[in-house]
């Protein structure tokens, strides 16, 4: 740890008294953000607890009193579900495969971390393996499945993507209404009410009044749509699954263009020989750029699905 994490986890330790144990640790992220940094609250003389992660950038720049307020006001309604803890360390090749799920990630901003672990090539993306070992409304504890783990339980690639498939399938679709969330921003806006507008964008999640079955939507209308899962975490590998773009597309009548938000969600809208593949790619760059986090990228461009070829290529 460097000097200034050992003087936040040691403000972090002063917060919260002598009762509980603080640790502060490097966490391997991707190669365009490096390390970050995780911090943890075990209570009661356990040793497990919740983790917190700041970025090197964040303690570098951050105020030591502040990052740790951060640090404990984000942990202290944050509660691991004692029996999962107890999981891993039954962990079993029937365990991964019953709990193993799709994450969609960047390719090459994680060439570092795709050394380590199995993974599925998705176009220039990646789809790697997470076994979830606890989850609630808004967060899941979970591990990415590395290659020791397949190597040691003889799992085969096939055993393990059938799995993932099977179990992300069971999280489920949300398809979401962006340009009806738009409308409704704006008109907000206009009325003076920036307050709800601005909660529209922060979340956590989108209001399930903009969510719509795939069959119902009207993507030939030139509508925008967001693809997730019923949490909205670690949702754009529905994205990846058999059939799902295609039924998106009959839907369409056509092609669609998909933008990679993040590795929560997908945008996706129906291709027209109008649309600018520059305007496309510099959108997605922009939002890169200023609202999503950089571990959370997964490219810099965008995306056609050819409906003819049912296939995924660079716009």
Sequence with gaps: MTKKVEEIVAKIQEMVGDGDKVS???SFKNNRSGKDVGF???????????????????????????LAERVVHDLEDSEVDESAVSSIDAMSK??????????LIGQKTNEKLLTECPYKPFCDMALVYYVKISESRDNYMSFRVRNEHVDGF??????????????TTAEGISFHSVTDMNRDMML???AGRIEEAEALIRGPRIPAKYDVAIEDADICGGRMYSLTNHRQL????????PGVLKLIADQADGDLVVFPGSIHEVNICRYTPQISRA????????????????????????????????MLTVL
């Design 24 to 26: 502060g640790f490097d």
């Design 40 to 66: 943890s609250i075990y209570k009661n003389g356990k040793d497990f607890g919740p983790v917190m992660y700041l970025s090197v950038r964040e303690i570098a720049e951050g105020n030591v009193d502040e």
């Design 94 to 103: 029937d365990y991964i495969l019953q709990n193993v799920v799709y994450r």
């Design 154 to 167: 003889r799992i085969t690639p096939e055993e393990l993507d059938e799995a993932a498939v099977r179990n």
């Design 188 to 190: 907000l806006r206009i």
């Design 234 to 241: 670690n949702g754009a590998a529905m994205v990846a699954l």
């Design 279 to 310: 305007n496309c790619n510099r959108t997605v760059r922009e939002a890169n750029r200023h609202t999503v986090k950089p571990d959370e990228i997964l490219s810099d461009h965008a995306y056609r699905y050819r409906r003819d070829l049912g």
